[in-house]
Structure formats: structure tokens, C-alpha cells
Nanobody, 120 residues
Framework: QVEVVASGGGLVQPGGSLSLSCAVS????????MGWYRQAPGNRRELVTT???????TYSDSVKGRFTVSRDNTKNKVDLRMNNLKPEDTAVYYC??????????????WGQGTQVTVSS
């Protein structure tokens, strides 16, 4: 079984910065894409960023230039550095991992979610 654990959420003032971390462990062969979604109250879950095994990152237009995603394949971790935070960034952030199982099936896993609140 695969476990995805996110951490690093909290309260930050507008214009501030915050970092999220995510660790993936368990039974899998490799991880293709990793990244982050977020969901604000009353909204649909929104893709924030994704990063490939080789380190190619994509971002939603709303966070481009402010957020930076990185991953460490030796530790099966993905991090998200969030700069110049805005109140509209307030949401629960979910880490995901697109894995390949040992029998070569593509399986997606999600973290538990971590709250990010941007407010003065």
C-alpha cells in the first residue's frame, strides 16, 4: 500500500511565504508525476502544479511566478514553495502521486490535505 503524507500548512499574512512538503512511502515501483491540488470552501478541486519524474513543472496561471515545486526522487518527496501569498490562495492543499505499481499498473494516491490560510 502507498501512503502520501503532506505537511507545512498554516496561517500566513498576505505577501508572506510558506512551504509545503509531501512524502510518499509504501509499495510501488516508481512515481511518474507528483504535485498539488487545492480546494477552497464551495469550490471545485483545482490543479495547482505538477512535476514530472524528470523535473519538468507546470503551474496554474493563478500561481505562476509565485509558487515553485520541486521533487527529490531519492526520497520520494515533493515540496511546494509559495511566495507572495494572496487571500485567494486560502484552501486545503492536497498532495498527489501518480505511481506505477510493481505489477506495472498506473495508480494515483492522495494526501490527507493541509490547510493554508492567508489572512491579515
Amino acid at each position: 500500500q502507498v501512503e502520501v503524507v503532506a505537511s507545512g500548512g498554516g496561517l500566513v499574512q498576505p505577501g508572506g511565504s510558506l512551504s509545503l512538503s509531501c512524502a510518499v512511502s509504501g509499495n510501488f515501483f516508481t512515481i511518474y508525476d507528483m504535485g498539488w491540488y487545492r480546494q477552497a470552501p464551495g469550490n471545485r478541486r483545482e490543479l495547482v502544479t505538477t512535476i514530472t519524474y524528470g523535473g519538468t513543472a507546470t503551474y496554474s496561471d493563478s500561481v505562476k511566478g509565485r509558487f515553485t515545486v520541486s521533487r527529490d526522487n531519492t526520497k520520494n518527496k515533493v515540496d511546494l514553495r509559495m511566495n507572495n501569498l494572496k487571500p485567494e490562495d486560502t484552501a486545503v492543499y492536497y498532495c498527489y502521486a501518480n505511481t506505477v505499481s510493481r505489477d506495472l499498473r498506473e495508480l494515483d494516491y492522495w494526501g490527507q490535505g493541509t490547510q493554508v490560510t492567508v489572512s491579515s
